[in-house]
């Protein structure tokens, strides 16, 4: 998935925003300034809604770079090139070029640990 607009790097790493970001981003703000927010606590003005939906939206963007940006430095840490990230509806990519090919013993789970440790 190619990015539409690119944001430019961090930490040495090509960052870029799909479209369909914006429909998430949309929702986030819309979801709680037109909901929740005013539900709970109805004797603030509208502006303050949309203002809190807004930086939640926001927070969202920044925490997705944050997690893809960790992915890549991981990677990157470990030997494996990082062609950059594209964020996008779903969340993120982060690009990876050829695989590594040292074997490593990354236990997601205890299975996980026995299984890889037997191949």
Do not use: Q
Request: aromatic share 8%; with cysteine; net charge positive.
């Amino acid at each position: 998935m190619d990015a539409t607009l690119s944001l430019g790097r961090v930490a040495g790493i090509r960052v870029g925003v799909h479209w369909s970001v914006l429909v998430i981003f949309v929702l986030v703000a819309a979801g709680l300034s037109e909901g929740p927010l005013p539900d709970a606590h109805g004797e603030h003005p509208i502006w303050a809604y949309w203002s809190v939906g807004l930086a939640t939206a926001a927070v969202f963007f920044v925490s997705l770079v944050a997690h893809e940006i960790s992915h890549a430095v991981v990677a990157g840490r470990n030997g494996v090139p990082v062609d950059g990230i594209t964020l996008w509806l779903l969340g993120g990519i982060a690009r990876l070029g050829a695989k590594h090919h040292r074997r490593t013993r990354s236990c997601a789970s205890p299975e996980w640990g026995r299984w890889s440790a037997r191949s």
